[in-house]
Each structure stands twice: as structure tokens, then as C-alpha cells.
DNA sequence: CGATTGACGTACG
DNA sequence: TCGTACGCCAATC
């Protein structure tokens, strides 16, 4: 058994605490939690989060350019696309518009 | 058990 | 601006 949660626990953390609405990047997570060369793992953690007991808002984290990457992991095409629009987040071409104002940092929103 | 892959990101030319 | 190379590390082949 952890102690502590695991890394992909910790990834399904902080991804829940994502407001509707807005959205990170999986680099932000993974500075986060201070594994930062370790963003893969972070898209690793989200393709495991199906197995997760509770929901994991994985369509509000995009990559570093905004892009909806992960879209192909929600089953539909356009799942997650749609899910993002239905929080109000406008999106053209797989990428998130404003995506600077939308960004929801843990780093600096749930700094402790 | 070694090689490949992957929902990433940065570095370099 | 664009393409290529590499690091990172768990899971899979």
C-alpha cells in the first residue's frame, strides 16, 4: 500500500479541482506535483483515469498549445470538444480560444 | 527481459 | 515558423 497517493492519484486530484469552465495543461500538472519532466505521465495518468472509482474532468486539460489531443480518448471525436463549449469554453479547429485567459494554473490557483 | 509507444514539452537548426 | 531530436517513465508488445 502508498502512504501517500500515487501519481496518478494526485494527477485525478488536482484535475477535479478544475473549475467548469476553465482549463490546464498537463505540463501544469506535472510542475505541480514537481515531476515536471514527466508531462507524458500526466497523459498517461488521464488514459488510466477510466479506470478511476470517481469522474476526472480529463476534457479540461489540453496541451501546451491549447489543443484538444486527447479528443481521440473520449470515445467521440467530438466528445470533448463538446463537453468543453458546454462549460462555455469556444473552441475552433481542436484548439481552445483564449486559451492565456481560460488557463487555470494549479501552480498558482491552488498554491498552498 | 529488451524494444516500442504515448492524452507532453523543451531545445535546436 | 516549421520540422526534428531528445528526455521522461509507465505500460504494453
Given at each position: 500500500m502508498h502512504d501517500e497517493l500515487s501519481f496518478f492519484e494526485k494527477v485525478y486530484a488536482v484535475v477535479r479541482e478544475i473549475p467548469s469552465g476553465r482549463i490546464t495543461t498537463y505540463g501544469a500538472i506535472a510542475r505541480y506535483l514537481a515531476a515536471s519532466k514527466s508531462a507524458r505521465m500526466v497523459g498517461w495518468a488521464m488514459n488510466n483515469a477510466h479506470d478511476c472509482k470517481e469522474?476526472?474532468?480529463a476534457h479540461r486539460v489540453v496541451?501546451?498549445?491549447g489543443l484538444l489531443t486527447g479528443k481521440v480518448h473520449f470515445g467521440s471525436s467530438d466528445a470533448m470538444q463538446m463537453l468543453l463549449e458546454k462549460e462555455g469554453v469556444r473552441?475552433?479547429?481542436d484548439r481552445v480560444l483564449d486559451f492565456a485567459k481560460l488557463f487555470w494554473d494549479p501552480a498558482i490557483e491552488l498554491k498552498l
Open positions: 469522474y476526472v474532468p496541451n501546451r498549445q473552441i475552433e479547429k
